[in-house]
Each structure stands twice: as structure tokens, then as C-alpha cells.
């Protein structure tokens, strides 16, 4: 088999592509910090044509005290990747569980670092699995099908 048929996998660039940070009201800064959080994370992906594809992580928290929202703190987290002689089976798998979970370390990192500089307390999100969501995402398909 030629070195040119052989899948090929790379990380050219990863990037922040989008950051918003937004504090609505300062009444959260007068009362006790026991917020509700709502977090919210997909993935999307473009293609770059020439075997390059960006794949984008979006991750929106929302924090409320009470009936207030205390902050909403979103990131568009992107990776540009090669995937050259990849099987067409394999694609989705890839783009939809392996590079969202090669980029959410860092889209974790700027939620992280732009909640603190608001002057919240830090939040460090847990890690997710994208392979077992991408599993359940299948499995769910499947079932709509039958």
C-alpha cells in the first residue's frame, strides 16, 4: 500500500474563534454566591476543502442567583484538522467525538480564566466524554429509524 493512500490525521491550529462574557445586573455581586449553572456544548463543523476541516466547539454557561442571570460566559473554541485518506465511516466518529475532545481543554481553560477576570469565583467545568455522547447520539438515531 502506498504511503499516499494512508489515513492521516493532524492538528494544524487550534484557536479561540469567538469569547463573550456578559455580567447583566451588579445586584449578584451584593448577594450569597450559590448559583445555578446551565451548561451547554456542541460542536459544529466546516469544511475547508483540500482534506482541512474546522471543527468548533461552542460551551455557554449561564449562571443565575435566584431569578437573576449572574453571568452567561460563551466560547467558540476551533481546531483546524487534516483528515486525508480517512474512510468515510470513520468521519463523523472523528469530527463529532475526537477533535471536540481535543479542543475542550482549552475552551475549558477560557471559561475558566474569563469568569474569574469577572470576578466570580472559579469554575472549572468537568471533563466530557464525547466519545460516550457520540455513542448515545448514534444509538438514539438508530432508534428513531426503527
Given at each position: 500500500m502506498s504511503e499516499e493512500l494512508q489515513p492521516q490525521l493532524g492538528l494544524e491550529r487550534?484557536?479561540?474563534?469567538?469569547?463573550?462574557?456578559?455580567?447583566?445586573?451588579?445586584?449578584?455581586f451584593t448577594k450569597q454566591w450559590q448559583p445555578e449553572t446551565d451548561i451547554n456544548i456542541s460542536a459544529s463543523v466546516a469544511d475547508l476543502g483540500e482534506d482541512y476541516k474546522e471543527v468548533t466547539l461552542s460551551v455557554s454557561v449561564t449562571a443565575k442567583l435566584e431569578d437573576s442571570v449572574a453571568f452567561v460566559a460563551e466560547v467558540q473554541q476551533a481546531g483546524i484538522f487534516l483528515l486525508k485518506n480517512i474512510p468515510e465511516a470513520d468521519m463523523d466518529h472523528l469530527l463529532q467525538a475526537y477533535c471536540p475532545n481535543i479542543l475542550f481543554p482549552y475552551a475549558r481553560e477560557v471559561i475558566s480564566d474569563i469568569v474569574s477576570r469577572g470576578s466570580f469565583p472559579q469554575l472549572l467545568l468537568a471533563p466530557v466524554n464525547f466519545e460516550q455522547a457520540y455513542i448515545q447520539s448514534q444509538l438514539e438515531a438508530q432508534q428513531v429509524e426503527a
Open positions: 487550534i484557536y479561540t474563534k469567538d469569547i463573550s462574557f456578559e455580567v447583566p445586573s451588579v445586584d449578584v
